[in-house]
């Protein structure tokens, strides 16, 4: 059974930083991308970054691009997101997938950004 951990939400003040991380289990994490998403609410969940399955290639959505920073430990089975310089947008439930259009999805972390 695929499943997803996300951890290290919380509040924080703008211009602060948060490290997610993301254990997963049920399947090969090693083999292939893995990405995190959000959700504000009343809004659709959408991409924040991705990384390849050896870490060599990273994505970011460009709302993030130089702030946040993914990456993963495949010994761990832990997908990692460094956020940096939090702005009041940024708050949003964040989870961890291998593919948005997956079926299994965890429960997420919360991430509040406001003063």
């Known amino acids: 059974q695929v499943q997803f951990v996300e951890s290290g939400g919380g509040w924080v003040q703008p211009g602060g930083s948060l490290r997610l991380s993301c254990v997963a289990s049920?399947?090969?994490?090693?083999?292939?991308?893995m990405s995190w998403y959000r959700q504000a609410p009343g809004k659709e969940r959408e991409f924040v970054a991705g990384?390849?399955?050896?870490?060599?290639?990273?994505n970011y959505a460009d709302s993030v691009k130089g702030r946040f920073t993914i990456s993963r430990d495949n010994a761990k089975n832990t997908l990692y997101l460094q956020m940096n310089s939090l702005k009041s947008e940024d708050t949003a439930l964040y989870y961890c997938?291998?593919?948005?259009?997956?079926?299994?999805w965890g429960q997420g972390t919360q991430v509040t950004v406001s003063s």
């Open positions: 049920g399947f090969i994490f090693s083999s292939g991308t």
């Open positions: 990384i390849t399955l050896g870490g060599g290639i990273t």
């Open positions: 997938n291998t593919r948005p259009g997956a079926s299994s």
